[in-house]
C-alpha cells in the first residue's frame, strides 16, 4: 500500500522538501487546534442563523428575469445579516467581485462635495481607478463625480495615527474606508479588535461618518466580524472565505439597514432596490459554501501558518510571522527576486487540480500597476479561497499565497511551492 510519503515523492517532491515539510507541519497541532474551535464556534453561528430564518428545500429555487419574491435571496440575506449581527444584507450573484462589491457602497454613499477617507493607508490596487488615484484614471471614477480623497498612512510601528486622523476628519468627510487585509502591502492585517478601536476613535470626533470596512480574506478567521464592533458596512466577495469555495460569483454587503437600501439602489436602480434580481439557480450554492465556509476557512489559516513556518525558518521576511495572531487567509513572503516570486507560484500551480500543466507568466492584468503573476488551478476562475498565489513584480518581489479548500491541498501547494523554489535554486534546506 502506497504511503502519504510515497505519494508525494512520486509527485515530484524530492525526500528532503518532504521531510523538511513534514517536520514543520507536525510542530503545528497545537496551534491547527486552536483554529478548529473558531472554526467550530463560527460553525454554529451558521447553522443557528439558518436555523432561525428557517432555511427550507424552497429557498434553493431558481428565479429569472426580474426575480421578484425570491424566497431564497432574501432567506440568505437575512442568513447573512443574522451570521454578521447586521440590520440587514444585500447578497447577490450580480455583484461580480470585491471591487465591484466596494465600488457599489462608496458610490451608494459619497455624493459630489463628499471626500473619502482611508485612515490605514493606500488601498488595494484596484480600487484606485474607483477612486481615482491612479496616473491614468480610468473613466467613471469617484474622483470624476467630485468626491475627493483624503489618505492617512499606518505609522512605521503599524499602529493608527491618530493625530493625523483627527486632523484629516473635516465636514467634508462622510465615509471612512478600513481595509482590513493588507493587499499588495508587507503591513500588518487588521484584528477585529483593532477595527473596533479605530471606528470608536472616529465616531467619537464624527457620529455622522459612515464607517465602512473591506472584508475581504477575513471572514470566520476570528469569533466575530466587523460589524459586531461599530463598523456601519461590511464588504466582501463570495469567491473568497464565505462563499466556502461553491459559490461560482457572488458578493456581499452587511450592515445598517438604512445603508444597505442605499447600496441595492445602486446595484439596480432607484425605486427597484432589492426587490429585483434574479439568482438563476445559485442559491443552493450559496447557501451550501456559506455553511462550509468556517471549516474552508480553517483550513486555508492552516495553510497559510504552515507557509509562514516553511518559507520564516529558511530566512525569508514572512507577514505574519510564523508565531503571532491571524486575522486573515493571506500569507506575505518576501522572496527578493523575480525569479523567486516565479518559481513560487509555478509551485502552486503544479499543485492545482485544475491546470497543473499550465506555467503562469507576469502580465499586464487590468487594475494593476505593474505586472503580476497569478497562480490559481481552480474550480471557480479568481477563487481566492482556492489554492492561490500572487504578486506583482516589483521590489520586494513579495508573493500573497492564500486559500486551499482544504488543509491538505493547502500543504501540498506550499510543499510543491518549495519544491520549484530548490529546483531553481533560490533556497538551501537546513541539513
Given at each position: 500500500m502506497e504511503t502519504l510519503k510515497d505519494w508525494y515523492l512520486s509527485s515530484g517532491i524530492d525526500q528532503e522538501v518532504y521531510e523538511y515539510c513534514d517536520g514543520i507541519q507536525r510542530g503545528l497541532q497545537e496551534r491547527f487546534a486552536e483554529i478548529d474551535e473558531v472554526a467550530e464556534y463560527n460553525q454554529m453561528k451558521v447553522v443557528r442563523a439558518m436555523e432561525h430564518c428557517r432555511v427550507s428545500a424552497a429557498c434553493?429555487?431558481?428565479s429569472?428575469?426580474?426575480g421578484?419574491?425570491?424566497l431564497g435571496r432574501e432567506t440568505l440575506e437575512a442568513v447573512y445579516a443574522e451570521a454578521f449581527q447586521a440590520e440587514a444584507a444585500l447578497v447577490r450573484p450580480q455583484i461580480t467581485c470585491g471591487t465591484h462589491a466596494l465600488t457599489i457602497a462608496l458610490s451608494a454613499m459619497l455624493r459630489p462635495g463628499d471626500e473619502l477617507l482611508s485612515p490605514v493607508g493606500k488601498p488595494y490596487d484596484t480600487l484606485e481607478g474607483v477612486i481615482g488615484i491612479k496616473e491614468d484614471n480610468p473613466p467613471g471614477s469617484l474622483k470624476e463625480f467630485g468626491i475627493s480623497y483624503r489618505q492617512v498612512d499606518l505609522l512605521e510601528d503599524g499602529s493608527f495615527d491618530f493625530d493625523g486622523i483627527e486632523k484629516a476628519l473635516n465636514e467634508r468627510t462622510r465615509l471612512v474606508t478600513i481595509q482590513r487585509s493588507k493587499g499588495y502591502a508587507t503591513r500588518k492585517t487588521l484584528s477585529v479588535k483593532r477595527i473596533g478601536e479605530l471606528i470608536a476613535f472616529i465616531k467619537a470626533r464624527?457620529?455622522?461618518?459612515?464607517?465602512?470596512?473591506?472584508n475581504c480574506y477575513g471572514e470566520f478567521v476570528e469569533r466575530k466580524e466587523p460589524t459586531q464592533v461599530g463598523a456601519d458596512l461590511c464588504v466582501g466577495?463570495?469567491?473568497k472565505n464565505p462563499g466556502g469555495g461553491l459559490a461560482p460569483i457572488g458578493g456581499y454587503i452587511v450592515g445598517k439597514e438604512t445603508y444597505i437600501e442605499l447600496c441595492a439602489c445602486r446595484l439596480t436602480a432607484p425605486g427597484l432596490g432589492k426587490e429585483v434580481g434574479a439568482t438563476l439557480g445559485v442559491n443552493g450554492a450559496f447557501f451550501q459554501g456559506f455553511f462550509l465556509a468556517p471549516t474552508v476557512t480553517a483550513g486555508a489559516l492552516k495553510g497559510a501558518i504552515f507557509a509562514a513556518n516553511v518559507y520564516e525558518n529558511l530566512g525569508f521576511s514572512v507577514v505574519p510571522d510564523k508565531s503571532e495572531s491571524?486575522?486573515?487567509?493571506?500569507q506575505a513572503v518576501t522572496l527578493g527576486s523575480p525569479e523567486g516570486v516565479i518559481a513560487f507560484c509555478r509551485g502552486i500551480q503544479a499543485a492545482s487540480p485544475v491546470d497543473s500543466h499550465v506555467a503562469p507568466e507576469p502580465y499586464a492584468m487590468p487594475g494593476y500597476h505593474s505586472d503580476v503573476i497569478m497562480a490559481a488551478g481552480a474550480f471557480v476562475q479568481g477563487s481566492s479561497i482556492e489554492l492561490s498565489a500572487d504578486g506583482p513584480i516589483e521590489p520586494p518581489y513579495a508573493v500573497y499565497f492564500q486559500g486551499g479548500l482544504t488543509w491538505y491541498h493547502?500543504?501540498?501547494g506550499i510543499t510543491m511551492s518549495l519544491q520549484h523554489m530548490k529546483n531553481a535554486g533560490l533556497v538551501s534546506l537546513p541539513r
Open positions: 434553493f429555487e431558481s429569472t428575469g426580474y421578484y419574491d425570491d464624527r457620529p455622522d461618518v459612515v464607517c465602512m470596512v473591506d466577495s463570495l469567491i491571524r486575522h486573515d487567509i493571506i493547502a500543504r501540498y
